[in-house]
Every structure is written in structure tokens, then in C-alpha cells.
């Protein structure tokens, strides 16, 4: 599955952003499979983190940077991360 249907398929209303509940219930899938657990605290720091222009909501574009942002936490750089490219 590829990041971008991953992402649609999480986004249940279809509007092209995740919604705190939306992002939660990701987070819950993901600490599921790797069997960790994450307080409400935690997720709303990840939330926020994400959420880079603080409209309250995680868009298409926030998501893959903070995916490839955490994923490669060597790399540090966003701009080396090679979205769409
Ligand atoms: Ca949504
Ligand atoms: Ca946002």
C-alpha cells in the first residue's frame, strides 16, 4: 500500500485532511501493530508537531513530511526528503 492510499483510507470523510480523531485512530493501528501504547498527551504533541500551519487539521502534505520525517530522523532535513520528486 503506498503512502497516498494509506492516507485515503484513513481520511474517512474524504476531505483531504486528518481530523484529530482520524489521526488518533491511525495512531492506534500503528502502536496496535508494533504493540506499544501512546497517552493522549502524546498523540496530541505528534498531532500538533504535524500539523505545521496549526489550522487544527493534518493535510496530505503535512502527513508524508511528518511520515519521511520520522522515518528518516538521521536525515533531519525535510527539504532532502524528496517529496514528489
Ligand atoms: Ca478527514
Ligand atoms: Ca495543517
Known sequence: MTLNSYFDSVDQDN???L??????????????E????MS?????????LLDKDG???????EFMQGFFAFN???TGNEDELGFER
Open 15 to 17: 476531505d483531504g485532511a
Open 19 to 32: 481530523d484529530k480523531a482520524e489521526f488518533k485512530e491511525i495512531v492506534a493501528i500503528v502502536c496496535k
Open 34 to 37: 508494533n504493540g506499544t501504547t
Open 40 to 48: 493522549e498527551g502524546e498523540m496530541e504533541g505528534i498531532f500538533s
Open 55 to 61: 489550522d487544527g487539521k493534518i493535510s496530505k502534505l
Open 72 to 74: 528518516n530522523p538521521e
